[in-house]
């Protein structure tokens, strides 16, 4: 039996998607070790030249954000977050067909809401140039990744609704 035209769509956006998500996975993973060594040359120069750096928090505090947003799209895609399915396996597969729909819509919706949510917030910090307190590096930049996670969340949530593998 042929595959319905929406989940040929959905594949094929998949494997369009999924290369741009793999990418930025990548640079979540690079963001979480830049953590780890930031943390531990922090650490050394506190007890070596008693002086840790000033930025450390700060920047581990956007690195950790960077990170999250980064890895979400492809996470979402894969379908490889925590899941609680006992409900969902113990129900009907035609009702545990439309339970997984309305699951990806509402993901579908949140993202949507997010993403409204965050352009005000990155256009504040874009048109003032703001920079952190310590580091005096710009914000926009650290910004600009929720919407662009977001929308790439959405369509990860819309392709996991149509492809239930």
């Not at 120069?45 to 700060?58: C, D, K, L």
């Not at 996470?75 to 113990?90: D, F, G, M, P, Y």
């Not at 140039?129 to 926009?140: D, G, P, Q, S």
């Amino acid at each position: 039996m042929a595959e319905p035209r929406l989940v040929r769509l959905a594949r094929h956006l998949e494997r369009g998607v999924t290369p741009i998500c793999q990418a930025l996975a990548l640079l979540g993973a690079v963001a979480g070790s830049a953590i780890v060594g930031l943390i531990g040359a922090s650490v050394a120069m506190r007890h070596i030249a008693n002086a840790p750096f000033r930025f450390t928090e700060e920047l581990v505090g956007l690195l950790m954000t960077a990170a999250f947003f980064l890895v979400l799209p492809l996470v979402t895609l894969k379908s490889e977050h925590v899941q609680v399915r006992i409900l969902l396996n113990a129900l009907p597969e035609r009702i545990a067909w439309v339970v997984t729909g309305l699951a990806a819509l509402f993901g579908i919706i949140f993202c949507a809401w997010l993403f409204w949510l965050s352009i005000p917030w990155f256009e504040f910090a874009f048109a003032r140039t703001i920079k952190t307190e310590v580091a005096r590096l710009l914000l926009w930049p650290w910004m600009a990744l929720l919407p662009v996670s977001m929308i790439l969340t959405a369509l990860a949530f819309a392709i996991r609704g149509a492809v239930r593998d």
